[in-house]
């Protein structure tokens, strides 16, 4: 079977660093390391009924969550890549407490957060998951990396993205020169150009949110989630309701066929008064992707999700995100 020619993720990182004479090279080699750091747990992940790594590590997180095996095996992964190889000066992960520091004498000029394995309730019922990573430019100017390098806004991204461990495997990311999606082909070990300059549909028809949590939010947000259920022939309504509880794949659906996922504010857990979802690695990053693709992302308190100020590594954020107009008018909404 003669294989598609197909561009290889490497080919597209390259020609991209074509078009800043000024690149040194480090991002590329930052992207490279991530790539292989999701080859590597996309083999673990495609065999987890098999290998001792289905269930629960028997730790919890500095979120008070109870931490999966597979959780660890993605962060042990991607720290372990990244530590040494001289493009970072300090990293943030969702299962680490504090900033973790690199080797000494290989600070680089980056930082990177990350959510190692989003979705981690999934992981037992073989439902998609993913690992989802933000790339800024450090703002010290040399040695070792400080929180300060971490806490910056989302706008100021140089690179972000996700990659889904589902039917496929894919890596979907930009360097602020749209979004572009590549599907491994685990035969060759090699991840194609599938889904160039993806676009998100500026209107869509599904909605994603955890409906459970309905008595929990603020009446606006109610009121919002009835408007699209509510019948009118002309703004296609109501909208299909999806949620899979894996941020990585509802986001992911919304970025290809259209679509608004919450996870608004609710009174749940007094622990957690600014929604569940984490600025740092979570919201910012796919912030970024989403409005390369021509979508938007609020916090439903008035802020764009890009111009919030990190204050904490894993402070929490309420995540309004999808197709433009419908983030538009669920914004009109939480608004009151
Ligand atoms: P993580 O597995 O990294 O902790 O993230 C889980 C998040 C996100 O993936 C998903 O959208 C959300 O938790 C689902 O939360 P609920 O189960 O409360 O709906
Ligand atoms: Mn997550
Ligand atoms: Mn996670």
Redesign the pocket.
Same mark, same amino acid.
């Given at each position: 079977m003669n294989r598609p020619l197909g561009i290889t993720v490497h080919r597209h990182i390259m020609d991209d660093q074509r078009l800043h004479p000024e690149a040194t090279g480090d991002l590329t080699g930052l992207l490279n390391e991530l790539i292989v750091a999701g080859k590597t747990i996309s083999a673990e992940v495609n065999m987890a009924g098999l290998a001792d790594i289905l269930g629960q590590s028997g730790h919890t997180n500095i979120q008070g969550?109870t931490v999966q095996k597979l959780d660890d095996y993605a962060n042990t992964t991607i720290k372990r890549r990244l530590a040494g190889c001289g493009y970072i000066c300090a990293m943030a992960s969702?299962e680490d407490a504090d900033m973790i520091e690199v080797p000494a004498g290989t600070a680089g000029k980056y930082t990177i957060a990350f959510?190692p394995?989003? $979705?981690?309730?999934n992981i037992d019922v073989n439902v998609s998951v993913g690992t989802i990573f933000s790339v800024h430019r450090r703002r010290s100017a040399s040695g070792m990396g400080e929180e300060a390098d971490l806490l910056q806004i989302g706008r100021d991204q140089v690179a972000a993205g996700y990659i889904i461990y589902g039917s496929s495997t894919m890596l979907v990311f930009s360097t602020g020169n749209g979004v572009h999606g590549f599907t491994l082909d685990p035969s060759v070990g090699e991840f194609f150009l599938s889904h160039p300059n993806i676009r998100i549909p500026e209107r869509s028809r599904y909605f994603s949110i955890?409906e459970g949590n309905y008595r929990y939010w603020p009446e606006n947000t109610r009121r919002y989630v009835e408007y699209l259920k509510d019948k009118d022939k002309e703004s296609g309504r109501p909208y299909s309701a999806r949620y899979i $509880?894996?941020?990585v794949a509802?986001f992911h659906r919304n970025l290809i066929v259209g679509g608004i996922f919450l996870?608004p504010l609710d009174n749940k857990n007094p622990a957690k008064p600014s929604g569940?979802?984490r600025l740092l690695y979570e919201a910012a990053p796919l912030a970024f992707l989403v409005k390369q693709a021509g979508g938007r992302a609020i916090d439903g308190e008035g802020h764009d999700i890009l111009d919030i100020v990190p204050t904490e590594l894993h402070q929490r954020v309420p995540l309004i995100i999808g197709s433009r107009q419908d983030v538009d008018t669920a914004e009109k909404f939480l608004a009151g």
């Open positions: 969550e969702e959510d394995l989003d $979705g981690s309730s955890n $509880g894996s941020l509802d996870y569940k979802l």
